[in-house]
């Protein structure tokens, strides 16, 4: 019996079938699809409004997955940032390091 996986590149697009990335047919036996490729071509550096933001760097040029259902593409940009936003998630991500340190004593 051949066991079956789809492989998807994120869960906000788990389930769709057109949009899985691929496939693992048994234990060696993984296979890639076009789909895999159109996803990871996007560049938030093609993106105009991203090319010239300074939270480029650290949002990378927004979801991708929110993009697609927007705007039927990956190659658009899904701006949801503000700096503010930002600040608490870069503190959160803080927050929860330092945490981590005093877990793992
Ligand atoms: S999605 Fe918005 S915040 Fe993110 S890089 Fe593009 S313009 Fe900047």
Redesign the pocket.
């Known amino acids: 019996m051949v066991q079956r996986f789809r492989i998807y590149k994120c869960a906000a697009l788990m389930g769709i079938r057109k949009l899985r990335v691929g496939k693992i047919e048994d234990e060696n036996d993984m296979v890639l699809f076009p789909e895999y490729y159109r996803q990871m071509a996007r560049d ?1 550096l093609a ?1 105009e ?2 090319r010239s ?1 300074k ?2 760097p650290l ?4 979801c991708a997955a929110k993009a697609y259902f927007k705007n039927g593409s990956y190659y658009t ?3 949801m ?1 503000t700096e503010d936003y930002l600040k608490s998630w870069v503190m959160d991500y803080v927050k929860y390091y330092h945490n981590l340190d005093a877990l793992n004593k």
Not at 59 to 62: D, P, R, T, V
């Open positions: 938030p993106l409004k991203c933001c939270l480029l949002c990378a040029g927004g940009g899904e701006c940032m």
